[in-house]
């Protein structure tokens, strides 16, 4: 892929491409958030489990780089089939990190989708990925947010654990540490 000229010039000055700073958020504890019927497609079955991170832009001009990595399972009513994330920045969805909507179909940051009527309590997903935020256009604090959704009716949602959470013993089910990672690189 060939470099812009404003890259090419940032990287000649010394300045493109270098990391500014890097910013840590994180879920330690286990979660479990029910979505209700929204507007669509902006909050239709979304729920936040309080995953974010703030970052306060050094250059306004700077883009975010996103990594996610979020343990996550469903309910297994109607087999709760698929999971879904999307992130959101001060509070509205940032669509350069998803996918197309198009014909009724959502555009998101990721999905799992296992799709069997195999028993699914158990089950925990791994949703992860890397997204630019190419427009940062500030340099006031700004907040990164994770949210999911599941499908089915008032699907429930699962952050570090599946629906059925075993304990006991010491040797059932662990509870991970799910984050969202925030790199400020300049341009």
């Known amino acids: 892929m060939p470099i812009s000229k404003m890259q090419s010039d940032s990287f000649a000055s010394g300045v493109g491409g270098k990391v500014l700073q890097v910013v840590l958020g994180k879920l330690t504890t286990a979660f479990t958030g029910t979505g209700v019927a929204g507007t669509f497609p902006d909050d239709n079955y979304f729920v936040s489990p309080g995953l974010e991170a703030t970052i306060t832009p050094q250059l306004s001009n700077s883009q975010i780089l996103i990594t996610t990595h979020v343990y996550a399972g469903m309910t297994s009513v109607n087999y709760g089939y698929q999971l879904e994330y999307q992130i959101l920045k001060g509070g509205a969805i940032l ?4 996918g197309a909507t198009t014909d009724g179909r959502l555009g998101v940051a990721g999905r799992a989708n296992h799709y069997t009527a195999g028993n699914t309590t158990h089950r925990c997903f791994v949703l992860s990925g890397q997204h630019l935020d190419p427009n940062v256009a500030t340099t006031s604090a700004t907040k990164y947010e994770i949210r999911l959704r599941a499908y089915s009716g008032n699907p429930v949602v699962y952050v570090n654990r599946g629906e059925t959470f075993q304990d006991g013993n010491n040797d059932y089910d662990g509870i991970p540490q799910s984050t ?7 341009v």
């Not at 669509?95 to 998803?98: P, S, V």
């Open 95 to 98: 669509t350069a990190a998803n």
């Open 180 to 186: 969202i990672t925030l790199t400020e690189i300049a």
